[in-house]
């Protein structure tokens, strides 16, 4: 597997996200490569409200905890940080979005950020503004297995867009 770069953000290591820009689906089922659904939310590949490149994943929910993911991304040896932001733009009212850097081997929350209180950088781009989504922890446990989750946190039905997503071992601060 190859893992994905991102540089847009000043951050030129390696990204431990798969299909980190949601370019991929080769299966055609609406959803990026390597991402998964959380719940049953409807997801489709779009093409006009995008942040960077051809495509980003939009995502529809009408109930609580309904997102996508990606997981299996292992700490490695000696690991005790991480740090992991998406962007996202919901143009319309709607449940709040939350962004969770999970320990799937501890089954806790390393760190939740939410939507609304994302204040590290905004770009507006097309008429659409999105925001960067930062979550980050000094408290991980090398070996643990860990997912990146994109939810609503209400029932309001919603519709937001995520395009771009990335992890990065050992800092807990993102760069650029």
């Known amino acids: 597997m190859s893992m994905g770069l ?3 953000d000043g951050w030129t290591e390696q990204n431990q996200i798969l299909t980190p820009s949601f370019e991929v689906d080769t299966n055609s089922d609406g959803l990026a490569d390597n991402w998964a659904l959380d719940n049953v939310p409807v997801c489709a590949m779009e093409t006009i409200i995008v942040l960077n490149g051809c495509k980003s994943q939009k ?3 009408d109930a609580a905890y309904e997102g996508i993911f990606q997981s299996g991304m292992v700490a490695p040896a000696g690991t005790t ?3 992991a932001y998406a962007w996202i733009c919901r143009p319309a009212a709607g449940s709040d979005i939350r962004v969770v850097l999970y320990d ?6 390393r760190d939740t950020q ?3 209180t994302a204040g590290w950088q905004m770009q507006v781009v097309g008429g659409n503004t999105w925001y960067r989504v930062v979550v980050s922890s000094n408290a991980i446990v090398a070996g643990n297995s860990h997912s990146l989750y994109i939810s609503v946190s209400a029932l ?10 990335y992890l990065k071992w050992g800092q807990t601060t993102p760069s650029g």
């Not at 799937?104 to 929350?109: F, I, P, R, S």
């Not at 309001?156 to 997503?165: G, P, Q, W």
Request: net charge positive; glycine share 0%; no cysteine.
């Open 59 to 61: 995502v529809t929910t």
């Open 81 to 83: 940080k991480a740090t």
């Open 156 to 165: 309001t039905a919603t519709i937001f867009y995520v395009d771009k997503a």
């Open 104 to 109: 799937n081997t501890a089954a806790v929350a």
């Open 6 to 8: 991102i540089d847009k």
């Open 114 to 116: 939410l939507f609304s």
